[in-house]
């Protein structure tokens, strides 16, 4: 299994970047997704997950401003962030799970993350 983040960087206060995460050795239309996230010096947290029907879940520190999707055709997951904050600044991880309760519990699968910076 694979899961290969892309899409970080840095931006500025207020910019948006979105975040991309290809899977491949796992059946992507049957798994559900994540983006978690771990700043410097905190606990990893979940940011946001998609079930295999595309329910969504958005942690409320980013609900209004980031968006998860995902494209089964292309097994790509992605996270679009809108109006970035410097605490937005931290390593994102995709993760996979067969359920929701499983992805946001306790993934899988990871990958090993991009990390985006939000300078003020």
């Known amino acids: 299994v694979r899961l290969v983040e892309s899409g970080g960087g840095l931006v500025q206060a207020g910019g948006s970047r979105r975040l991309s995460c290809a899977a491949s050795?796992?059946?992507?239309?049957?798994?559900?997704m994540a983006w978690y996230r771990q700043a410097p010096g905190k606990e990893r947290e979940m940011a946001a997950a998609i079930s295999s029907d595309g329910s969504t879940y958005v942690a409320d520190s980013v609900k209004g401003r980031f968006t998860i999707s995902r494209d089964n055709a292309k097994n790509t997951l992605y996270l679009q962030m809108n109006s970035l904050k410097p605490e937005d600044t931290a390593m994102y991880y995709c993760?996979?799970?067969?359920?929701?309760?499983?992805?946001?519990?306790?993934?899988?699968?990871w990958g090993q993350g991009t990390q985006v910076t939000v300078s003020s």
């Open positions: 050795g796992i059946i992507f239309r049957f798994n559900s």
């Open positions: 993760a996979s799970g067969g359920k929701m309760a499983v992805v946001t519990t306790s993934p899988d699968y």
